[in-house]
């Protein structure tokens, strides 16, 4: 399969609003082994680790470097919890594979990941909607939530892999018949992002797949995060292939965006005032949603007053990264009066 990419800065801005998943499986991973023997399972605890690494860095490429290496290298004290599975989806010529499913000391792998200088990028990651237009014999057509297509099962499968969150569109009769009057590449881009301002993302991924023979397929691949563009083009046999290569460059991108390591590498004390909190229950919201933070790694009450409350916290990252992820989420949102201030937003 061939890949060529270019990226363009500065093209397109999609807006400043967001909506965002807090992923789960952070620290687990399930890989192949042949059996149940001491070596495979030596091997299988080191492949799941490099798979929880690729995760935490939002780099593929990580898991390669000499740092992430000596945290592989300690596999066996940062397991957790493990097991062993026969999924019927992991079948070979209709024999069930076995899975080694494996669950790592947060904690721990966090600390020494940090330690060596590696990202760790939070749960608090953004949502990525992802548009797939086929053109084969059937003619163009788009792809929504509720349709089936093996490079839609490709993405979602290689998207959860790497710990970032996807949606589909709805596909409907709007949308769809859109599509088909979008002569260019241009204007089909065109097209989907403007349908795209409903959904409210941050993060848009537009795939234009063409089965140019029988056994041939091209695809032309459009991400754009905020105000960047990244675009390339892919030909291969196999169309599920192809999302897997495409949801492989979406994670490597949003974690070059997301997870810097000018953001994330080094911890800093951060002062942080909240308005809008009438009553208890808002305080205890308030409190509860930056405990949940990944960044917040320590959180104290400094004052209550008129002007709202003031929070002395410990953050991995300081302002930057605490701003990145409370801007995930839905509860609080800057006061467009009072920059460096925010509002408990409505529930």
Known sequence: MRIAASIVLLLVFFGNSASAADVGNLYSARVRVADRSDTEFKRGIAKALEAVIVKLTGSSATARTKSARAVVGQAKRLVQQFGYERPADGSIA????????????SRVLTREMRSRGLVVWGKERPDTLVWLVIDDSAGRRLLGALDEHPIMDAIRNRAAARAIPVVFPLGDIGEATSVPTAATAAELDAVLVENSAKYDVRSILIGQIVQVMPALWESRWRLGVANETLTWDQQGDLAALMGEEA?????????RRYASPAVHVGADKVVLTVRKVASPDDYARTERYLRTLDSV????VSRVDNNGIVFD???????????QS???????APDPDNPGIYLLTPR
């Open 247 to 255: 949801a492989d460059t979406l994670a490597d991108a949003l974690g």
């Open 94 to 105: 209709g024999t069930p594979q076995l899975m080694l499913r494996v669950e790592f000391d």
């Open 326 to 332: 409370i801007s995930f989420g839905q509860t609080l």
């Open 297 to 300: 790694t320590n959180l104290l």
């Open 313 to 323: 916290l410990d953050v991995q990252g300081g302002a930057v990264a605490l701003r």
